[in-house]
């Protein structure tokens, strides 16, 4: 989990992609790529911006996608077997917050390198995080909460589904329709860009202390739900729940067709993981 942790820290995230998109290899190089849309680094900087860059991809290669491979094998077959309910999936998202949370435990360690940035870099560094909040508040704006908007995300949630699954039948949209509105009925207490917002204000205040809050910005970056209250929570968890309890109800509906197409897709992902595993590992 597209994020809001500093610069070279925060886009170390995308090694969390069991996906061959921009080719895993050399992902290292991609995250680089994308370090100049939030800081300017000097030579010296981008050279050990690099190494860390390395160390987390060798980290997940080795150590986190052998376990997503034994999850998504977990997956397959229950989906050959038609047993996939609702308690698998709660246990496959809690399996995922558990991986986010090591790769979020391995950025922490290395924090220090945010005592190389200039006080220039660092004011650039904030405000290039602020104008990507900015950026998403006026898409949202723009998007808007009347029937129209409620109509296009039940138009995007069913392609979405529809890409993984093929063409949809009947029941299989009325119940997308159906988990879009359960979902929107849920109080909307939880602003995710007022709390993106909230966790830049304090990472902001942390990184701009001489010497830097380096206990601070490692808190917020293992536990940036701290910025959250207990209704923000209570909304998650409600959201969550409606999630697990609609896609279980969507695997109950799958034809041959459908099923036979998702596990294609994970074999491909499974696939994956093992030509990952071979690479890093030699």
């Given at each position: 989990m597209r994020r809001i942790y500093a610069a070279v820290l925060v886009l170390s995230i995308l090694l969390v992609g069991c996906t061959a998109q921009f080719g895993y290899r050399y992902l290292d190089t991609f995250i680089e790529w994308q370090l100049d849309d939030y800081v300017e680094l000097t030579d010296d900087q981008q050279e050990r911006a690099s190494e860390i860059i390395d160390e987390l991809h060798q980290w997940h290669a080795t150590k986190q996608i052998p376990q997503y491979?034994?999850?998504?094998?977990?997956?397959?077959?229950?989906?050959?077997?038609?047993?996939?309910?609702?308690?698998?999936?709660?246990?496959?998202?809690?399996?995922?917050?558990?991986?986010?949370?090591?790769?979020?435990?391995?950025?922490?360690?290395?924090?220090?390198?945010?005592?190389?940035?200039?006080?220039?870099?660092?004011?650039?560094?904030?405000?290039?995080?602020?104008?990507?909040i900015d950026e998403q508040r006026e898409e949202e704006a723009?998007?808007?909460?009347?029937?129209?908007?409620?109509?296009?995300?039940?138009?995007?949630?069913?392609?979405?589904?529809?890409?993984?699954l093929g063409t949809l039948t009947d029941e299989q949209r009325q119940l997308i329709k159906a988990w879009v509105a359960e979902s929107e009925a849920v109080p909307n207490d939880y602003d995710w860009?007022?709390?993106?917002?909230?966790?830049?204000?304090?990472?902001?205040?942390?990184?701009?202390?001489?010497?830097?809050?380096?206990?601070?910005?490692?808190?917020?970056?293992?536990?940036?739900?701290?910025?959250?209250?207990d209704e923000?929570?209570?909304?998650?968890?409600?959201?969550?729940?409606?999630?697990?309890?609609?896609?279980?109800?969507?695997?109950?509906?799958?034809?041959q067709d459908q099923r036979d197409r998702l596990i294609e897709q994970l074999d491909e992902y499974i696939e994956t993981c093992r030509d990952i595993e071979a690479h890093f590992g030699a």
């Open positions: 491979r034994v999850r998504l094998q977990s997956l397959r077959q229950a989906l050959a077997e038609d047993t996939v309910d609702r308690d698998l999936l709660e246990q496959i998202e809690m399996d995922a917050w558990y991986f986010w949370q090591q790769i979020k435990d391995q950025i922490a360690t290395r924090t220090n390198f945010l005592n190389t940035l200039s006080d220039a870099q660092k004011q650039q560094l904030i405000v290039s995080m602020q104008s990507k723009e998007e808007g909460d009347d029937l129209f908007a409620s109509y296009d995300r039940v138009k995007r949630r069913q392609e979405s589904v529809e890409e993984r860009l007022a709390y993106r917002k909230r966790w830049l204000d304090a990472f902001e205040k942390a990184l701009l202390q001489s010497p830097i809050k380096a206990q601070r910005i490692q808190s917020l970056i293992t536990d940036p739900e701290q910025m959250l209250s923000q929570r209570e909304n998650r968890r409600a959201k969550a729940a409606i999630r697990h309890q609609y896609l279980a109800k969507l695997s109950g509906t799958l034809n």
